[in-house]
């Protein structure tokens, strides 16, 4: 038994963090350029009342009885949450990426039943939160939550009420006091936006998301940030900008993305007028269309016209350069080294995983605690490495679908691969893309890690070589179209007031 | 004292069939003599095109119908008249039939060092027949760095395990024999290459939790041909004591919650001459399960048993 029990590991469900210092509050922050919005003061809110007034000194003695009263499980979602939920809320958004990015399977008579946001029940479930579903979801929520933090930080510093420990001692803070002002509170802008995002974005989930929005909404009270009052406003920013970025959302062409079939092979014709090769399924059943082929016509964020970033004409299919690759890729099956085996697995980010967007999002969480980010800061450098992901996952997928170029299993006969090949076309690797854009708006956020950043996004790149389910001009040339995709979102974020 | 061969017999059973039930201990009823060794080499192929996918039986044309072939080689030793120890080690090949839609390259290579002892506690001659009761403990681990989160071509769980059993068994003179077992397999930690998983929710880091179960067992059999010939019939199941089902079309991965039940059959001839040698053959089915591919094995295998310290045969 002593055997057992010290051999019981614990086993991280989150990304383990406390309250922290920040490295600064950004007291200007509410003057920075906004992605959806124009200005911080376009949604407004009721001026608070003043400390003084006896509307105020009921909430505080209504938070006091509260936090007076508070139970173990309130406490533990008072640390839960932090004084950075932003990383909270993304983590939330990974594991429902995750939950979700299961491919529907085939029926009983081999056909195939596409999920349906009208009927999110199915079978087959809604959504399927695959790497193209998962950059959007990530997109929106950071976006619509970086918009609202820059609105509740205007607001801060034009009213400047303080926190309810500030104005009463005999009030404990939860967290690292940051001297932040606390109307309107920032958390309870996180909870609702975040919560009405992704409640859109996974509707099965509304109740979850609904029960998480309350706890986190009840731990900012308990914690000592925050009276009713600066969450009722909060909400009211998280609410509205939610608004918005859906209406955005709901027009940004996603939804004809999961073309039908008729489109999909018009596509793939058009290839092979072109080029003289064709991508196909070679699944059992065969799946009818690839996944989303009309993804490359989703509304980009930075980027104006998506063939600007569209990848150059890949090698012919028994030229040499594309039988120096059959070389490569016959060695790499061959001789699965360790290393290699694990490259491959470390970047897999496949089914049922948070994907690729998901991993960098679980890489960039950490840097950011590293480096003290406030929860502001945390938020806009989601914002923008997310933009740039899903942008770089828009071009990925024109690039995929104009040249309709086919997978390694589909070329070189018997080939077997470590990895699972996807249902699109090979030619740029999503993965590789992803993983550059992220990696490039990282190294502009921190120039220091960059050699570290980039050094990872050739490996994601090459882990899809060593799977066996990429070419290697697909890692190396999605490489290069993810940095060149991200410098759009670059000269946005160069712009926003942030860095001046 | 030829029939003392097939002490080491279940002990191939459990390991070959399945990797789901890799390292089980030796079950069976008798023990060597001291100073004895056996030794066992056994082949067996085992397949499977259906598996539960939580309760639901399915097939999957992404792997199509999977093959999984063992080569185990085992020896035990007799340190005591009442104590036997047993160390055995399986190398082992998955693939897919062709065609599948996935395309997925098996995995060959050695699994699991196991290490086992097994203690008679007691002995009665009755009037007509003989009651034993038996204890085992086994010890296995990984030996080869075989990716566990490779299912279903993974060649085992790759994290130790250690199991206690618990044995009875009833001779009666006629040759016909009962025999039980129960145990319960604690099962450690799997290292996956990658540091995310979801398990009913995030899990953000390489380490898996593989669910520990209990099995139990129950054996009739009898012995034909003056003792030369003994066939079984048999009946086992595993139940996890916690784990998550395998996902809607997805793989499976170590951290699932795996039961199942099996029928069997098998049979042991020991030669008159050489003496010594003996031949092993079984057959088993999964008939219902959680979580588990729908296994059919076959296996076929040879012993050799001679006085290492007392030469005496």
């Known amino acids: ?500 | 004292m030829k029939n003392y061969l097939r002490t080491l017999i279940l002990l191939l059973g459990g390991l070959g069939l399945s990797n789901m039930t890799v390292g089980q201990t030796p079950t069976d009823g008798l023990m060597m003599p001291k100073g004895d060794i056996c030794f066992l080499l056994n082949f067996d192929y085992g397949q499977f095109d259906h598996y539960w996918e939580g309760e639901t039986l399915r097939k999957n044309g992404t792997i199509a119908k999977v093959q999984r072939k063992t080569a185990l080689v085992m020896a035990a030793y007799g340190i005591t008249k009442r104590l036997d120890a047993y160390v055995g080690l399986p190398y082992i090949s998955t693939n897919s039939t062709t065609p599948n839609g996935g395309k997925f390259a098996g995995a060959k290579g050695i699994q699991d060092l196991t290490l086992a002892l097994k203690y008679e506690a007691f002995r009665h001659k009755g009037e007509k027949g003989e009651l034993t009761a038996f204890g085992s403990v086994t010890f296995s681990a990984p030996v080869s760095n075989y990716l566990s989160d490779y299912q279903p071509y993974s060649l085992g769980i790759g994290a130790p395990q250690l199991a206690w059993r618990g044995l009875v068994e009833y001779e009666w003179d006629n040759g016909f024999y009962l025999r039980g077992n129960g145990g319960y397999i604690w099962k450690g930690y799997t290292q996956a290459e990658r540091e995310y998983y979801y398990n009913e929710g995030s899990y953000y880091t390489s380490w898996m939790d593989v669910p520990s179960a209990w099995t139990y067992e129950a054996v009739i059999g009898k012995w034909f041909m003056n003792k030369s010939l003994r066939v079984e019939l048999n009946y086992n199941s595993s139940k996890s004591t916690s784990g998550d089902d395998i996902r809607a079309y997805n793989a499976p991965q170590p951290t699932n919650k795996v039961d199942m039940n099996r029928v069997g059959a098998f049979a042991q001839y020991f030669f008159k001459k050489p003496k010594g040698l003996g031949l092993v053959a079984s057959y088993s089915k999964v008939i219902n399960g959680r979580n588990a591919p729908e296994m059919s094995s076959i296996s076929v295998g040879i012993t050799y048993q001679f006085g290492l310290f007392h030469p005496k045969n």
């Open chain 1, 1 to 500: 038994m002593a055997m057992m029990t010290s051999c019981n590991m614990d086993l991280e469900t989150e990304l383990e963090y406390e309250s922290y210092e920040f490295s600064g509050i950004d007291e200007n922050a509410g003057s920075w350029k906004p992605i959806l919005i124009s200005n911080g003061n376009d949604i407004t809110i009721d001026e608070p009342t003043s400390i003084s007034s006896a509307e105020y000194l009921s909430e505080l003695s209504e938070v006091k009885s509260m936090i007076s009263a508070m139970s173990s499980d309130q406490r533990k979602q008072v640390n839960l949450w932090t004084n950075n939920s932003v990383i909270r809320w993304n983590e939330v958004a990974l594991g429902l990426i995750a939950k979700y990015n299961l491919i529907p399977g085939p029926n009983v008579d081999e056909s195939y039943t596409l999920p349906n946001p009208a009927n999110p029940e199915g079978p087959p479930v809604f959504p399927f939160a695959h790497p193209p579903y998962a950059s959007r979801a990530l997109a929106y929520l950071s976006v619509a939550q970086y918009d609202g933090m820059i609105s509740a930080w205007h607001y801060k510093f034009m009213y400047d009420r303080p926190s309810p420990y500030m104005v009463d001692p005999e009030i404990p803070y939860a967290y690292v006091p940051n001297n932040l002002p606390s109307y309107p509170s920032e958390g309870a802008v996180l909870a609702t936006v975040s919560r009405k995002i992704l409640t859109a974005m996974f509707p099965l989930e509304a109740e979850y998301l609904l029960q998480l929005e309350k706890d986190h909404l009840e731990s900012l009270l308990l914690a000592g940030e925050n009276v009713p009052s600066d969450l009722d406003a909060g909400k009211k920013i998280g609410e509205e900008i939610a608004s918005i970025a859906l209406a955005r959302a709901s027009n940004d062409g996603m939804k004809y993305a999961q073309a039908p079939k008729a489109v999909s092979d018009s596509l793939r014709a058009a290839a092979f007028d072109r080029f003289g090769w064709q991508w196909e399924n070679l699944e059992s059943p065969v799946r009818p269309v690839g996944l989303t082929p009309l993804f490359g016509k989703v509304k980009m964020w930075s980027v104006p016209n998506v063939e600007d970033t569209r990848a150059p004409v890949p090698p012919t299919p028994g030229s040499e350069a594309f039988q120096k690759d059959v070389k490569i890729l016959e060695d790499y099956a061959d001789n699965v080294t360790h290393e290699r085996r694990r490259i491959a697995n470390f970047w897999q980010d496949g089914l049922g995983t948070y994907t690729p967007p998901g991993h960098w999002n679980d890489i960039a969480g950490e840097y950011f605690l590293k480096y003290k980010l406030n929860s502001i800061r945390t938020a806009r450098a989601f914002a923008y490495m997310n933009m740039a992901i899903m942008d770089g996952g828009i071009s990925c997928w024109d690039t995929k679908y104009y040249y309709y170029y086919p997978r390694p299993i589909q070329m070189i006969k018997g080939f077997e691969t470590i990895a699972g090949t996807p249902n699109f076309p090979s030619y740029t690797s999503g993965h590789s893309v992803f993983s550059a854009a992220a990696a490039e708006v990282l190294t502009y956020l921190f120039p220091q890690e960059g050699s570290v950043f980039q050094k990872w996004a050739e490996e994601a790149a090459m882990s899809r070589v060593y799977g066996g389910i990429h070419w290697t001009f697909d890692a190396t040339v999605g490489t290069t179209q993810g940095r060149d995709v991200a410098q759009y979102t670059i000269e946005v974020a160069k712009t926003d007031g942030a860095d001046n």
